[in-house]
């Protein structure tokens, strides 16, 4: 597995890691002997970045990662993540607190249930309005200087946040949604990532399976499935959308690989850049793995820029009130 440098962090992972959401919770049911299992075969491929958050089956997913890399701990690098809150008894609410206390609790309580003494990237999920984020960065880099957490991580941020918490602490990376289908997202804050030395880590590279081309129609949907509830995948918005799998698929049959491989061969072109699909099952796993040996050529990549331009997708990445609430970028 090739790997990449978190812009001048120094922390290293694999180009492609494994985005463990999935295994906990928004996507159907969860099997997490066959989760533990991927995990596994996922570190005998090579891929050694992780990436969970406290908030994923409010706290099962870090209890299932843990349980399945704890023979290997210490040859990979875990991410989680803090700052969004969330009630049992009213699952869907979702809260922001960055503030200083809260953060520490959250980190502590990472700790345990990944069983682990240390976090190597440690993450603010979503920005507190209520907290400027100088003295949410500012609590994080107390708990590196504690030694419960190695690097640090912000995710969805603009550019001026960005600069504004690297003058508090150095940050390794900034994780933002990118995908052929959610291309906006990054425009900016790529350049500045480099500018600044942070790493870029692409979440739902594959347009939340969507660019995989398995999900037609929205009955493909489990009724338990939070794409059910997002503005690209209803009915009215799916059909038109999948015009941009369509074209990608052409691409992919040239070459003789799927269309889910070409577009997380793209995603990892666009630069220092890694990638954390999801993969629940083992099939999605092998074909995620082999992505990093297609080759796009000058003209592959400017064929891709122009599909992805010509087919935008139809919706929002999150329901308006989300959007709003996150201050997201479409």
Same mark, same amino acid.
């Given at each position: 597995?090739?790997?990449?440098?978190?812009?001048?962090?120094?922390?290293?992972?694999?180009?492609?890691?494994?985005?463990?959401?999935?295994?906990?919770?928004?996507?159907?049911?969860?099997?997490?002997?066959?989760?533990?299992?991927?995990?596994?075969?996922?570190?005998?491929?090579?891929?050694?970045?992780?990436?969970?958050?406290?908030?994923?089956?409010?706290?099962?997913?870090?209890?299932?990662?843990?349980?399945?890399?704890?023979?290997?701990?210490?040859?990979?690098?875990?991410?989680?993540?803090?700052?969004?809150?969330?009630?049992?008894?009213?699952?869907?609410?979702?809260?922001?607190?960055?503030?200083?206390?809260?953060?520490?609790?959250?980190?502590?309580?990472?700790?345990?249930?990944?069983?682990?003494?240390?976090?190597?990237?440690?993450?603010?999920?979503?920005?507190?309005?209520?907290?400027?984020?100088?003295?949410?960065?500012?609590?994080?880099?107390?708990?590196?200087?504690?030694?419960?957490?190695?690097? !640090?991580? $912000?995710?969805?941020?603009? %550019?001026?946040?960005?600069?504004?918490?690297?003058?508090?602490? #150095?940050? @390794? =990376?900034?994780?933002?949604?990118?995908?052929?289908?959610?291309?906006?997202?990054?425009?900016?804050?790529?350049?500045?990532?480099?500018?600044?030395?942070?790493?870029?880590?692409?979440?739902?590279?594959?347009?939340?399976?969507?660019?995989?081309?398995?999900?037609?129609?929205?009955?493909?949907?489990?009724?338990?499935?939070?794409?059910?509830?997002?503005?690209?995948?209803?009915?009215?918005?799916?059909?038109?959308?999948?015009?941009?799998?369509?074209?990608?698929?052409?691409?992919?049959?040239?070459?003789?690989?799927?269309?889910?491989?070409?577009?997380?061969?793209?995603?990892?072109?666009?630069?220092?850049?890694?990638?954390?699909?999801?993969?629940?099952?083992?099939?999605?796993?092998?074909?995620?793995?082999?992505?990093?040996?297609?080759?796009?050529?000058?003209?592959? !990549?400017? $064929?891709?820029?122009?599909? %992805?331009?010509?087919?935008?997708?139809?919706?929002?990445?999150? #329901?308006? @009130? =989300?959007?709003?609430?996150?201050?997201?970028?479409?």
């Amino acid at each position: 597995m090739k790997t990449v440098n978190l812009g001048s962090s120094g922390l290293k992972i694999s180009s492609i890691g494994m985005g463990c959401m999935g295994m906990s919770e928004f996507y159907g049911n969860s099997d997490d002997e066959k989760s533990i299992f991927v995990i596994r075969e996922a570190y005998k491929l090579g891929i050694t970045h992780f990436d969970t958050a406290d908030q994923y089956g409010f706290g099962h997913n870090e209890i299932l990662l843990g349980k399945a890399i704890s023979e290997f701990r210490s040859k990979i690098t875990i991410a989680t993540k803090c700052g969004v809150v969330r009630d049992k008894a009213d699952p869907s609410y979702r809260g922001l607190n960055g503030s200083p206390e809260y953060i520490k609790t959250c980190c502590d309580e990472s700790l345990k249930r990944l069983g682990t003494d240390y976090i190597d990237l440690f993450y603010l999920h979503r920005l507190d309005p209520a907290t400027p984020i100088e003295v949410s960065v500012a609590a994080m880099a107390e708990l590196v200087a504690e030694g419960k957490v190695r690097h !640090l991580g $912000l995710s969805e941020v603009s %550019s001026d946040e960005l600069r504004r918490a690297c003058s508090i602490h #150095p940050i @390794a =990376a900034v994780q933002t949604e990118l995908s052929l289908w959610t291309r906006g997202p990054a425009a900016n804050i790529l350049p500045v990532c480099a500018e600044l030395g942070v790493g870029f880590i692409a979440y739902s590279p594959i347009g939340r399976g969507f660019l995989s081309g398995k999900i037609k129609y929205f009955e493909d949907l489990a009724e338990s499935d939070f794409r059910r509830n997002l503005p690209r995948f209803q009915p009215e918005n799916l059909g038109a959308n999948f015009k941009l799998v369509t074209l990608v698929e052409g691409l992919a049959k040239s070459k003789g690989c799927t269309a889910a491989q070409i577009s997380l061969a793209w995603v990892l072109a666009q630069g220092n850049v890694a990638a954390i699909p999801g993969m629940r099952q083992s099939t999605h796993l092998y074909d995620n793995v082999n992505a990093e040996n297609i080759e796009l050529s000058i003209k592959d !990549l400017e $064929l891709l820029n122009k599909i %992805s331009q010509d087919a935008a997708p139809v919706g929002e990445r999150y #329901p308006t @009130a =989300a959007m709003k609430a996150f201050r997201l970028i479409s």
